[in-house]
C-alpha cells in the first residue's frame, strides 16, 4: 500500500491524526522512532534549513526536494507544506504533480498571494475567491490518484473575518478538496465552531505563541478535527539546544558535558547503520561459496 493509501485511510479512520513537523531527514526519522502515524514538512522549517524566514523565498523544487528526502527516509505517511501552489493553477498542476511524485501524501495549499507570509504573521494578502477556486480545482485534477490528499488552507481569517474563512472552506471542498485547514483561528470559540461549520475534514495548526489558543490534542480530536499538526514543535527546542550548547562551549573553552550520553555508533545506530553493515557482506555470499 502506498503511503497516499495509508493516509487516505487513516483520514477516514474516524481517529485524528499527529503530525510533528520535520525540517529534514534527522528530525522525520526520529518523529517516525517516536511512534507518531505522520509527519508533516513544514515550511518554515524547510526555509530555515536553508537560511530564510517563512516569507514565502523558497521555490517549489527546493520545497519538493526536500519533501523527497524526508519521505524517502521515513517509514510513515508525510503531509507537507506547498505553500500557495507557486504561481496560478498550471503552476498549481505542475506543484500537486511534483509532490505526488516524490512520495508525498498530502500537501496543503493556500490562498494568501505568492511570495506568501507565515500564516501567524500579521499583513497577509489573499488572492480573490475566483484564483482560490481556480487552483483547487487544478490541485485535484492534477491528482494522478484518487488517494493523495489534497488539504485546502485558507488564511483568510485573519484579512477579512471568521466567516469569509469558512465559506472559503466550504467553496474548496465543494471544488475538490480532500480537506480543509482554517489557519489561525484566534479564540478557543472559532477553534470549536470549525469542524461543525466546514463540511469536510479539518486540519487545526497548532503553534505555540501564534495566533491560536493552546489546545490539548485530546480536545481537538473531541472537537471533530481529524488531523492536526506541530510545526515548530522539534524546531524551537532544536534552536534552544543548539544555542544553549554553543553558549556552554564558549564559557568553558571545552567540549560541553552532552546533555544525552551518545558516540557514533549510536548516533548511526538510529540511522539505519544495521541494515547497511549487513550489506557490506550480503552480496559476497555467493562468490565465496564458488569459489570453496
Same mark, same amino acid.
Request: glycine fraction near 6%; aromatic fraction near 6%.
Given at each position: 500500500m502506498s503511503q497516499a493509501a495509508r493516509f487516505s485511510a487513516?483520514?477516514?479512520?474516524?481517529?485524528?491524526?499527529?503530525? =510533528?513537523?520535520?525540517?529534514d531527514c534527522i528530525t522525520g526519522k526520529l518523529i517516525d522512532q517516536a511512534g507518531f502515524e505522520a509527519a508533516y514538512m513544514t515550511g518554515a522549517g524547510t526555509s530555515a534549513t536553508l537560511g *530564510? =524566514?517563512? *516569507?514565502?523565498?523558497?521555490?517549489?523544487?527546493e520545497m519538493v526536494a526536500n519533501a523527497a528526502r524526508i519521505a524517502n527516509?521515513?517509514?510513515? @505517511?508525510?503531509i507537507s507544506d506547498a505553500d500557495t501552489g507557486y504561481g496560478n493553477e498550471l503552476n498549481m498542476f505542475r506543484t500537486v504533480q511534483e509532490f505526488e511524485r516524490a512520495g508525498v501524501a498530502a500537501i496543503h495549499v493556500e490562498d494568501q498571494v505568492f511570495p506568501k507570509r507565515c500564516g501567524h504573521l500579521e499583513n497577509k494578502e489573499l488572492v480573490s475567491r475566483e484564483d482560490y477556486v481556480a487552483k483547487i480545482r487544478a490541485a485535484a485534477a492534477a491528482k494522478r490518484t484518487p488517494d493523495f490528499t489534497i488539504i485546502a488552507r485558507t488564511d483568510s481569517r485573519a484579512v477579512v473575518g471568521f466567516d469569509e474563512a469558512i465559506a472559503r472552506a466550504n467553496l474548496a471542498l465543494a471544488n475538490g478538496a480532500d480537506a480543509v485547514f482554517v489557519e489561525a483561528p484566534q479564540t478557543m470559540d472559532e477553534v470549536e465552531k470549525v469542524p461543525t461549520l466546514v463540511k469536510? @475534514?479539518?486540519l487545526l495548526n497548532m503553534v505555540r505563541g501564534g495566533k491560536t489558543p493552546d489546545i490539548a490534542l485530546a480536545?481537538? /480530536?473531541?472537537?471533530? *478535527?481529524?488531523?492536526?499538526?506541530? =510545526?515548530g514543535l522539534l524546531l524551537g527546542n532544536i534552536i534552544a539546544i543548539?544555542?544553549?550548547?554553543?553558549? /556552554?562551549?564558549?564559557r568553558l573553552g571545552k567540549y560541553p558535558p552532552p546533555l544525552v550520553e551518545s558516540s557514533p555508533a549510536r548516533t548511526f545506530a538510529r540511522f539505519g547503520a544495521a541494515?547497511?553493515?549487513?550489506?557490506?557482506?550480503?552480496?559476497?555470499? /555467493?562468490?565465496?561459496?564458488?569459489? /570453496?
Open positions: 487513516m483520514l477516514k479512520s474516524g481517529k485524528m491524526i499527529v503530525a =510533528p513537523g520535520a525540517i *530564510y =524566514p517563512d *516569507y514565502g523565498l523558497i521555490t517549489m523544487t527516509s521515513i517509514s510513515i @505517511p508525510l469536510g @475534514p479539518c480536545d481537538a /480530536e473531541r472537537m471533530g *478535527y481529524a488531523i492536526s499538526i506541530l =510545526p543548539c544555542d544553549q550548547t554553543l553558549a /556552554e562551549t564558549k541494515d547497511w553493515d549487513a550489506r557490506r557482506t550480503a552480496f559476497r555470499d /555467493e562468490l565465496k561459496a564458488a569459489a /570453496e
